[in-house]
């Protein structure tokens, strides 16, 4: 009985460590000024996320994009992004969104999505993929809930992955 408990946690556990599960996405509090286009999806976010991100990813050890992104608040940025993570990008922003900033403001659900209808999602499905054992990495797929398309695909630093965005970061 005791060995059957014990496997039922193991397999339990090791379930929802991949497993899917849906939340909601928070208000902005700032008109988004950056705009992906990802499977005809539109992934809204505001520069002084990003910017908090990017500290965030600094703190957390990884400097690769500096501690600010330089974009010009008075502007709107449109990028848009292929599916797959490995692709080699001509745009700094394009690998920096992908490759960890879009990726942690939807997992602290900071972000505005519209589908091909232009309609606001207020919920996504996420699927967080852990890392193989040594590897520095998580993988993310943003689904949406109704329609089970595939809004995002990225990864981030495993150590960014607990990091709160707070409240009041100005």
Not at 6 to 34: D, E, G, M, T
Not at 57 to 78: H, P, V, W
Request: some cysteine.
């Amino acid at each position: 009985m005791k060995r059957a408990c014990i496997f039922v946690s193991v397999l339990f556990l090791s379930l929802s460590l991949n497993a899917q599960h849906i939340v909601p996405l928070r208000n902005l509090w700032a008109k988004p000024q950056v705009h992906i286009l990802f499977n005809n999806y539109t992934l809204s976010f505001t520069i002084r996320d990003i910017n908090r991100a990017l500290q965030l990813l600094t703190e957390a050890g990884d400097s690769t994009f500096g501690i600010t992104s330089r974009l010009d608040t008075n502007k709107k940025y449109t990028i848009e992004l292929l599916p797959d993570i490995r692709t080699l990008y001509h745009d700094q922003l394009q690998v920096m969104m992908q490759n960890a900033v879009a990726t942690y403001l939807l997992t602290a659900k900071r972000a505005l999505i519209t589908n091909p209808k232009q309609k606001t999602i207020s919920t996504i499905e996420l699927e967080i993929i852990t890392p193989e054992t040594g590897e520095n990495y998580i993988y993310l797929n943003v689904y949406d809930p109704k329609t089970k398309a595939k809004i995002f695909t990225g990864k981030m630093p495993i150590n960014l992955y607990d990091m709160d965005i707070g409240i009041d970061y100005w």
